[in-house]
């Protein structure tokens, strides 16, 4: 897979951390102590704004799950929309060339799904091959992106795009005062992405006088034993109540990096052979165990950091944003490599490895 663009979109409705926290805790905690425990796990999120899928006067409006995903459905399509045409135009395919769509979502659920609901608003082939994905979570903009290289891999003159959808702000439980759901109302935002794929030889046709593409040499995958708990949603009569334990960045800390090192080890690398780290801004924990067990400092991460501050946990959207402001900020030359990488419910790694 060589990645011909990457491009997201974002509602219109932006808004500072401490006017969500202000809204928000109005629905959340009824007495003193309550709005102030929010206030304060809010604060530690080290997110400044985020971008909600509605105005933050429209929540409490929300008729429970199924007003929810309503909302889902309509604004999560047209932010696919939009991250599609983008990175389309980016990458100079017409809609009709693209072979391949897959969809990635973990706030939602449609059908038909909201790849189906492209196939007319950009006008794509009525063979085009379709592969919606629900419930890889935060770990499914890596995933994504590997599962579409395998696809390339068989079709090397196919187009693909990976699409993710993440509404996280529309899971919102109210009443719900337990810590994951306080720390998932402080960090999660909305938000879109797309990632264009070419396989060996589309990209071996369309470089002529183009810029060296990034291209995925190698993929893994890893699950970590009897962790189903650790992250996910409890589906109730309200919608996806979210799973968040407390031992998420301790499993960042002791796998992450040997994982990684033997990943690279088997392809005669190592860590400080990285030009850039790509890396899902899980939160300022889970940031700060995954430098830990890279043995990184602050600058490797530091496109992840600013994602977090400036937008918050996309979910799955968040490692394609860090990925597009690494295309976009640095500069790379012919052989040089990078490391994609999120972690995900199950618990769970994806480790991408790309090469200019």
Request: overall charge negative; proline content about 5%; glycine content about 10%.
């Amino acid at each position: 897979m060589h990645i011909a663009s990457v491009a997201c979109a974002f509602p219109p409705h932006r808004y500072e951390q401490a006017e969500i926290t202000a809204a928000f805790t109005a629905l959340l905690a009824e007495d003193d102590p309550g709005r102030a425990l929010t206030e304060r796990v809010h604060r530690s999120s080290q997110v400044g704004a985020r971008h909600l899928a509605l105005k933050l006067e429209d929540y409490p409006r929300l008729d429970g799950f199924g007003g929810s995903n309503d909302a889902f459905i309509r604004v999560g399509t047209d932010l696919a929309e939009q991250a599609l045409r983008s990175a389309l135009a980016e990458a100079g395919i017409s809609p009709r060339d693209l072979d391949f769509i897959a969809t990635v979502t973990v706030t939602g659920v449609a059908t038909p799904s909201i790849d189906a609901r492209l196939v007319n608003r950009l006008g794509l082939r009525p063979d085009v091959k379709r592969l919606p994905v629900f419930g890889l979570g935060c770990v499914a903009g890596a995933a994504g992106i590997a599962r579409v290289h395998d696809y390339l891999r068989g079709f090397p003159d196919h187009v693909a795009a990976l699409v993710s959808i993440e509404l996280c702000s529309l899971t919102f439980q109210r009443g719900d005062v337990s810590g994951a759901n306080l720390v998932a109302t402080g960090l999660f935002g909305d938000g879109a992405a797309a990632v264009i794929g070419l396989g060996d030889a589309r990209a071996g046709r369309a470089s002529a006088g183009t810029p060296t593409l990034p291209r995925v040499v190698a993929t893994q995958s890893r699950f970590y034993p009897d962790t189903e708990r650790a992250m996910g949603w409890d589906i109730t009569g309200a919608g996806f109540r979210v799973v968040l334990a407390q031992s998420v960045p301790a499993l960042a800390r002791d796998h992450l990096g040997d994982d990684v090192r033997e990943f690279l080890a088997g392809r005669g690398l190592v860590p400080e052979d990285m030009a850039a780290w790509v890396c899902h801004p899980g939160g300022p924990k889970v940031l700060e165990a995954v430098q830990a067990s890279l043995g990184v400092d602050d600058e490797a991460l530091a496109l992840s950091w600013r994602s977090l501050r400036e937008v918050g946990n996309l979910s799955s959207a968040s490692v394609l944003l860090v990925l597009r402001d690494t295309l976009r900020e640095r500069q790379f030359v012919a052989g040089q490599h990078a490391m994609l990488l999120a972690m995900g419910p199950g618990f769970c790694a994806e480790l991408v490895l790309l090469e200019w």
